[in-house]
């Protein structure tokens, strides 16, 4: 247990892990080979109070810091990245609400991912617009009352399950700031015109929902604007500020996981008449993964606490973010090495593991657009 967490924060740790160790492993092989889930666990887990609990008090949350968030996810994700992150997601959008959205909106929405009775997402990306965000063409045009929306979406988490969909659309295309031509709108995927549709074959997290989403005149009321028109663009900023938290803690999990299998295994299989943990190349291997896991960790922890108190400093972010999925890749490689043959067949948890970690160098900010951040802050 680490040494620098509160009793609560510990005691938040143990339950996560408690309840992740006990429901995941048996579902998780089905749900990565089917691509499904069950949401009966998304909802025990918000039972449970696992849901969103960075959530303020006036909205039944816990009222927490990004870092007890954190913790969790790092859990959900040891346990198995598949269901961790079918379950964590549920609530991606949460944090712009709660930075940005008017109160009306935080009202409606909060309460019911808190209680597992929504989900929601966060549509940015669009098929000719990933790491240029501003470069998002899906349109909003104010008409009396009401914003009209067209346009596409691509890699939406959750966007066949949510009831809610946070869709970045550009309202002044000919702003001579491309950081300020966007906005964010609420939408109820029960609106006419919304349309989404499944993403199969994903390498890794198979068990959480990937969709395309297409919006053809959707209109939605003039309330549904998140915050000041024009302002998406550092809003999102805002957003990834904190979501990529998220993403070092499920990078932290899963190479915790990878650690924790390669020690199992090596122990146990024998080559040579020895076990393989008695190999010093072994050793060496697992001594590098624990070494890097602790410093991943700290960064990252050092990052969320920063945040948590007030500062946000986007360079300290990315780098625990790019580091952190380094570390997760390297330590599911070498986890999948040594078990052989093993490693290769996908009812290894090690295999699963693998396949999973490669996405936390792609979404929210791809390791180069990081480097750009830490770059940019070093040399300006
Ligand atoms: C499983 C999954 C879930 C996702 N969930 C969501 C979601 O919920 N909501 C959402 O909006 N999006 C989501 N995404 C999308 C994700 O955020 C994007 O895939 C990511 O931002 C990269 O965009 P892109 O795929 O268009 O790649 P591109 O932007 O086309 O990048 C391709 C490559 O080019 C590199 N590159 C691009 N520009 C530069 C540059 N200037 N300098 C150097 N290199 C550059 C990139 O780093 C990358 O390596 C998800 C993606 C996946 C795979």
Redesign the pocket.
């Known amino acids: 247990m680490d040494f620098a967490l509160s009793k609560e924060q510990r005691d938040i740790v143990r339950a996560a892990r408690k309840f992740a160790s006990g429901e995941f492993p048996d579902r998780a092989l089905e749900f990565d080979r089917d691509e499904t889930f069950d949401l009966d666990l998304w909802r025990r887990a918000c039972e449970l109070g696992f849901a969103g609990v960075f959530i303020d008090q006036a909205y039944n949350g816990a009222g927490m810091g990004y870092l007890e968030y954190c913790l969790i996810t790092e859990e959900f994700w040891a346990a198995d990245p598949g269901i961790g992150q079918a379950i964590i997601s549920c609530t991606?959008g949460s944090e712009l609400l709660l930075l940005f959205g008017s109160e009306d909106q935080k009202q409606l929405i909060l309460p019911q991912l808190v209680a597992g009775e929504a989900i929601i997402?966060?549509?940015?990306?669009e098929p000719d617009a990933?790491?240029?965000v501003t470069g998002a063409t899906t349109a909003a045009v104010r008409d009396g009352d009401e914003w009209v929306i067209n346009g596409s979406?691509?890699?939406?988490?959750n966007g066949n399950l949510a009831a809610y969909i946070l869709v970045f659309c550009r309202t002044d295309p000919h702003n001579p700031s491309r950081h300020a031509r966007h906005s964010f709108f609420l939408v109820s995927t029960d609106t006419p015109g919304f349309k989404s549709k499944k993403i199969y074959g994903?390498m890794g997290?198979r068990a959480?929902d990937?969709a395309e989403i297409s919006l053809s005149n959707v209109r939605v009321p003039f309330t549904n604007l998140v915050g000041e028109e024009g302002a998406g663009f550092h809003q999102l900023m805002a957003f990834f500020d904190r979501t990529r938290l998220h993403v070092c803690a499920q990078a932290v999990g899963l190479a915790r996981a990878a650690l924790e299998e390669s020690i199992r295994h090596t122990k146990e299989r024998t080559q040579f008449g020895a076990p393989l943990a008695s190999f010093q190349v072994t050793q060496f291997k697992i001594a590098e993964m624990a070494t890097k896991i602790r410093a991943a960790k700290n960064l990252y922890y050092e990052a969320a606490s920063s945040v948590d108190q007030g500062t946000i400093d986007p360079a300290l972010i990315a780098m625990a973010k790019w580091f952190s999925a380094e570390v997760a890749l390297q330590c599911a490689d070498e986890a999948v090495q040594m078990h052989g043959g093993y490693g290769y067949i996908d009812e290894y948890k090690v295999n699963r593991l693998y396949r999973a970690a490669k996405?936390l160098e792609?979404?929210?900010?791809?390791?180069?657009?990081e480097k750009?951040i830490i770059a940019r802050s070093l040399l300006r």
């Not at 997402?121 to 990306?125: G, R, S, Y």
């Open positions: 991606f997402a966060t549509a940015i990306t990933g790491s240029d979406k691509m890699f939406t988490t994903k997290i959480s990937t996405v792609i979404y929210e900010g791809t390791k180069e657009m750009t």
